[in-house]
């Protein structure tokens, strides 16, 4: 997934380091509920730090949408 935007020249526009940005990709096949942006990832500031571990855990947000697949399980 793409988390940066790039500037006229094609480089890394680090002024929006982690910000999101629109995909350049689209899936082969129709995937239900596809995303075409990655979202800003840098500092959530708009959640609680419990609210971001459980949107990232379980993929729901506080508000109660599906908003992704869960994280995987590393340990």
Known sequence: MRRLSYDDDGEPD???W???SQLD???RHPIP???DAAPAI???PSYTVEQA???LETGITPEGIISA????SFA
């Open 69 to 72: 697949r869960r994280c995987s």
């Open 53 to 55: 571990a459980t949107i």
């Open 18 to 20: 982690l910000q999101g």
């Open 25 to 27: 990709f689209v899936p």
């Open 42 to 44: 840098a500092g959530l």
């Open 33 to 35: 509920n596809w995303a």
């Open 14 to 16: 680090r002024a929006h």
